[in-house]
């Protein structure tokens, strides 16, 4: 937007910052719908979200053991809130399928724990991902 504030480095390095002038945020910048696998010791899931910056947003998440992270997928929209309906959208379809908030709680600390769905859905989240008609990158 071109407006000066003080704003910290890391919301500068990951694209989290609202201007406190003309309040342009983070839903008006490119955004992805992503799909993370992710992995502990004691249980594997998928968990769908969005973000401008998802490889840091994967690394936010709370987890509450070694895991292993891998990105399955990232599909890329003009804007957060673009990113964001779409998102709600496959959450929709598949919300009866959700894994049990009281379970992700206990692998996911801080966020992120209610949008997880068992690796048995892989394949049909994946589906309804590329159905959109967006350029992955």
Known sequence: CGHEQPISRTAVRNQSFTCCICKQSSKYKTSYVY????????????????????????KRYDISSDYKLTLLKQIKFITGEEANKYERTIHELFKTQRMSVEIMRNHMQSSGFTECYPLSLGDSIMSELL???????
């Open 131 to 137: 159905k959109i008609n967006k350029s992955p990158s």
């Open 35 to 58: 799909l993370y696998r992710i992995e502990t010791k004691n249980l594997s899931w998928l968990k769908l979200g969005f973000s401008n910056n998802p490889e840091y947003r994967g």
